[in-house]
C-alpha cells in the first residue's frame, strides 16, 4: 500500500475508535 492509504486508513481507525469512546461515553 502506498504510504499515503496507510496514513488515511490511521485517521479513519482513530475516528472510528474516537467515536465508539464517544457513543459509550453516552
Do not use: A, I, M, Y
Request: glycine share 4%; charged share 20%; net charge positive.
Amino acid at each position: 500500500l502506498p504510504s499515503g492509504v496507510f496514513d488515511r486508513l490511521t485517521k479513519l481507525k482513530e475516528l472510528w475508535l474516537n467515536s465508539n469512546q464517544l457513543h459509550w461515553v453516552l
